[in-house]
């Protein structure tokens, strides 16, 4: 063969590159993006903000939630970009922080694990509250219809801080059966670093299980609740699978057998085996079914097979060259499904396939996928696939991290980030008063970094606009599941 000189090596490699999509040759700091995927949190806190609040556009808000019941519900999280506290997705974002300090926390930088814990403790302070009172969880707060015809600063709410709250013995097994997912989820991240606060959450996510198992049925059928849940947050997909995600982080935290027998006994006739491949806020099916997979998996509890057989299943969906492939995905390589906010089945998806990755390598096994045998690496590819192309490795050549790179979304729909912060504007901005910045072409003045947005089309377009909230609007819930994702391939950053 003939030897190359470098400058021959130079133009062979121009070449091949120009045969490449542009979008796969970028290389990514994944540690920064967990840095800042983590911050995002502290931009959608309310209540009172600490003295080491970093993003400081940001200020007190939702001092007096809570008032109308004579208790104190401040805190927690604004879900995305609007000023409504909604517990069902508060608490599944509450478990995917917590999923991900346990599955990968021994992976992250110590400053960025305990940046992690107190993302989740603001969450859990506030979710103890909400089951503080016997017979009673507080599901809301917030009017979402009187806070979404409003554009204003958190800071300024002037809208109806309504209160929603379920009684027994009206059901409330999907908010109450996430609750206790995610204070279960959290006890276990707590444990080594505040084990009398660890304790404290699995004692009230098991009396949060005892609500969603006692009154079976979803919060948003209660007359007083559906106006306000619904459509924004409505349980849409029943709520077996919240009693079934509960017993599972339950299972795991508490090594309780009552638990696990709830599994064995209560799997078929709460839909376990209908293998729906979907997981996120509303459909827990295939995260449960990957969650109780590590128990057959490395503690050989055969009588929990079926959840193996359905996790199982799902992956094979998920990988192209399985014939059970039916994921849908953009031209980029995107995983696809309509609906809106799309990122958030794309962050999801690339965390069961990481988990179930480590669970596969684990016990050396692999999955049985038909015409093709699938190992932790082929899941793990995957995962990256979706990460990097959330980080810029897309058609646009967008990062849909804001913050993330020089080339990310500029008008987010988020009324925080949109409108001057208190600290430059002082004064009122009124509930009309700022649709003038909401309907500017200007970017955003206050940088939401970390936040990632609904995500681009079917198509992989993307129109940087706060109008387009199904694209535009950042969650917690999509963030989530990335934190954990992320600290994967910050401590493996040379995997391809």
């Known amino acids: 063969m003939k ?3 470098p400058p021959h090596y130079a133009l062979l490699f121009t070449a091949l590159l120009a045969q490449l999509p542009l979008f ?10 967990l840095s800042k995927s983590i911050l995002f949190f502290e931009g959608q806190r309310s209540g009172y903000l600490p003295q080491d609040q970093r993003v400081t556009w ?14 104190d519900l401040t805190g927690g999280y604004y879900d995305a970009g609007d000023n409504v506290k909604f517990g069902f997705p508060m608490a599944f974002t509450t478990t995917m922080l917590a999923w991900s300090v346990n599955e990968f926390g021994d992976l992250m930088p110590p400053n960025e694990l305990r940046n992690s814990l107190v993302a989740i403790r603001w969450a859990t302070d ?8 016997p017979n009673r969880i507080f599901v809301q707060v917030g009017d979402p219809n009187a806070d979404h015809i409003c554009w204003e600063r958190p800071e300024d709410m002037d809208t109806p801080r309504i209160v929603y709250a379920v009684d027994a013995p009206n059901p409330a097994s999907d908010v109450a059966g996430e609750t206790a997912a995610a204070l279960a989820a959290s006890s276990m991240a707590f444990r080594s670093s505040d084990p009398g606060y660890a304790e404290t959450l699995l004692r009230n996510a098991i009396n949060a299980f005892q609500f969603a198992d006692s009154y079976r049925g979803a919060y948003s059928d209660n007359s007083n609740i559906k106006d306000g849940a619904c459509p924004f947050y409505c349980d849409f997909d029943g709520y077996q699978d919240e009693l079934l995600w509960g017993a599972a982080w339950l299972r795991r935290a508490s090594y309780d057998d009552t638990y696990l027998s709830f599994l064995q006994n209560n799997g078929e006739t709460l839909g376990a085996d209908e293998n729906i491949n979907e997981f996120g806020w509303d459909n827990k099916h295939a995260g449960l079914n990957v969650l109780v997979s590590k128990e057959v998996l490395e503690g050989n509890m055969y009588s929990l097979q079926s959840y193996k057989e359905s996790a199982d299943s799902f992956m094979c969906t998920l990988i192209p060259e399985s014939s059970s492939s039916h994921v849908e995905y953009t031209p980029g390589g995107l995983i696809y499904k309509p609906g809106g906010s799309n990122l958030q089945h794309a962050t999801t998806i690339s965390f069961l396939l990481l988990a179930y990755a480590n669970y596969l390598e684990r016990t050396s096994q692999s999955v049985n996928c038909g015409n093709v045998n699938v190992g932790p690496y082929s899941l793990r590819q995957q995962a990256k696939r979706q990460v990097d192309y959330i980080l810029g490795d897309n058609p646009l050549g967008l990062s849909y991290m804001v913050g993330y790179s020089d080339h990310y979304p500029q008008r987010i729909h988020h009324r925080g980030s949109s409108l001057p912060s208190v600290k430059d504007h002082p004064d009122l901005i009124a509930c009309k008063e700022g649709s003038i910045y909401c309907n500017s072409s200007n970017p955003n003045p206050n940088v939401h970094v970390g936040a990632i947005v609904g995500g681009p089309s079917e198509d992989d377009s993307y129109e940087d606009s706060r109008d387009d909230f199904r694209k535009s609007e950042p969650t917690t819930y999509i963030n989530a599941p990335f934190v954990g994702v992320l600290a994967y391939f910050a401590a493996n950053p040379s995997f391809s």
């Open 58 to 71: 940001r200020a007190n808000s939702g001092l007096s939630d809570g008032w109308t019941y004579n208790t």
């Open 3 to 5: 030897n190359l000189s």
């Open 126 to 133: 506030y979710l103890l509250k909400t089951v503080s009172q």
């Open 24 to 33: 796969q040759s970028s290389y990514h700091e994944y540690q920064d993006a």
